[in-house]
């Protein structure tokens, strides 16, 4: 058996979800990503993953997509990985967008299990197996059935894992003993999708975080993992139990992660802006919540 974690992690270990700035008008706000991925990265994230679910990603043009790993390549250069999130219900625009993340810049893609039409597990290893076929970056898949009603069940992800560009997984299933079972079986690097399941998951060899709740705090969030890693298990746990008071605002109040993670960045004049409906702002006794659980927790 070969721990992930003792391959080289081929995104870095501490990567940001990160959320897509957009102006008072509505529009992308390309400065305002430059900036804030500027920040991540001086703050401890070495991989950001742009165009996911907390980047707006169903809102966002293809065009706008694109436009966004180039500006924020251009801002962080070759120091980090850029993985751009690619998932859509179509294999062929999902190819497309796949290409299109490729001739920007990015380093690699994030896929999602095609949502809404649940497709059995024969047409999902398929579906996944075009896209990596496609393009030359390596496929981060993504495992969150919670949103897509379909689950890539671990003998999926074992056959997949068989492919040389399918090398990693975000994983938000919620199954320890899949991911294990996964874990054990193959070589692909493991991250965690849920912020609450950080240390849990890289306890058992999971390679690092693609966190949403990094958007505010990169750097206390990487502090769980240098901790781990220095060997001071116990510190690594109350760092993990600091932060929960935030995760537990941020992704478990009824309000999808981009709302508050905008609304707090707001909050501390951070590159933001508003959310695209049918998704609206946080309110007031949110923001105020959130703002006090992370003074707390940064103090």
Do not use: W
């Amino acid at each position: 058996m070969t721990n992930p974690r003792s391959l080289a992690s081929p995104f870095g270990r501490a990567l940001c979800a990160m959320i897509t700035p957009f102006t008072e008008a509505g529009t992308l706000d390309l400065d305002g990503a430059q900036r804030l991925a500027a920040r991540l990265v001086a703050e401890g994230c070495d991989g950001l993953v742009l165009s996911g679910t907390t980047g707006e990603s169903p809102t966002t043009t293809d065009a706008e997509k694109a436009e966004l790993v180039r500006a924020v390549r251009a801002a962080v250069g070759d120091r980090v990985s850029l993985v751009a999130g690619v998932g859509t219900a179509d294999t062929r625009h999902t190819v497309d967008l796949a290409l299109a993340a490729e001739k920007a810049g990015a380093d690699g893609v994030l896929v999602v299990s095609p949502y809404y039409s649940r497709p059995p597990q024969d047409a999902l290893e398929a579906h996944f197996r075009e896209i990596a076929d496609a393009s030359g970056l390596p496929v981060m898949l993504y495992d969150i059935p919670g949103r897509t009603g379909t689950r890539i069940e671990p003998e999926t992800m074992i056959r997949l894992a068989a492919h040389p560009r399918i090398v990693a997984v975000k994983d938000c299933a919620y199954d320890l003993l899949g991911t294990q079972k996964v874990l054990a079986g193959t070589e692909l690097a493991y991250y965690a999708g849920c912020d609450e399941q950080i240390l849990a998951l890289y306890a058992v060899g999971a390679a690092g975080y693609v966190s949403t709740v990094a958007n505010a705090v990169p750097r206390q969030l990487r502090a769980i993992l240098d901790t781990f890693d220095a060997g001071d298990t116990d510190a690594a746990a109350l760092l993990q139990q600091r932060a929960m008071e935030l995760i537990e605002l941020m992704m478990a109040s009824g309000l999808p992660g981009t709302v508050t993670a905008k609304g707090l960045l707001n909050a501390l004049d951070l590159p933001a802006g508003p959310v695209r409906p049918p998704l609206r702002p946080a309110g007031p006794e949110t923001l105020d919540g959130l703002r006090g659980a992370y003074e707390r927790f940064v103090a």
